[in-house]
């Protein structure tokens, strides 16, 4: 099992940036696949981003694919989400979560239940 703590978020205005980071301790978050999850109220919590263990491979919900980019630095024990363009509809508690990364799996994990460990979230609330 590994901690999680999420940070980065804010208010901005619609167009703006932030940069969203997620520490892991515990273990080296190298044996850990990576996943960023937004939630609003009353609503499932969905699939924003996703990468694997080493950062060769990653996948974006179509809804902030060419806005969102997300990366990590393994030495660091650092993921992190840089979101440009922001706008109004991705005003959400954003969420990192962590699975064991498994030899020979070639895709990333984007259901909520992939996931085994998750951090507590951070606000981002974006004005239009």
């Known amino acids: 099992q590994v901690q999680l703590v999420e940070s980065g978020g804010g208010l901005v205005q619609a167009g703006a940036s932030l940069r969203l980071s997620c520490v892991v301790s515990?273990?080296?978050?190298?044996?850990?696949?990576m996943g960023w999850f937004r939630q609003t109220p009353g609503l499932e919590r969905d699939f924003v981003s996703a990468i694997n263990w080493s950062g060769s491979r990653t996948g974006y919900a179509d809804s902030v694919k060419g806005r969102f980019t997300i990366s990590r630095d393994n030495a660091k024990n650092t993921v992190y989400l840089q979101m440009n363009s922001l706008k109004s509809e991705d005003t959400a508690i954003y969420y990192c979560?962590?699975?064991?990364?498994?030899?020979?799996?070639?895709?990333?994990?984007?259901?909520?239940?992939?996931?085994?460990?998750w951090g507590q979230g951070t606000q981002v609330t974006v004005s239009s």
């Open positions: 979560a962590a699975r064991a990364a498994l030899a020979g799996r070639n895709y990333v994990l984007r259901w909520p239940e992939d996931y085994a460990d």
């Open positions: 515990g273990r080296a978050s190298s044996n850990y696949d």
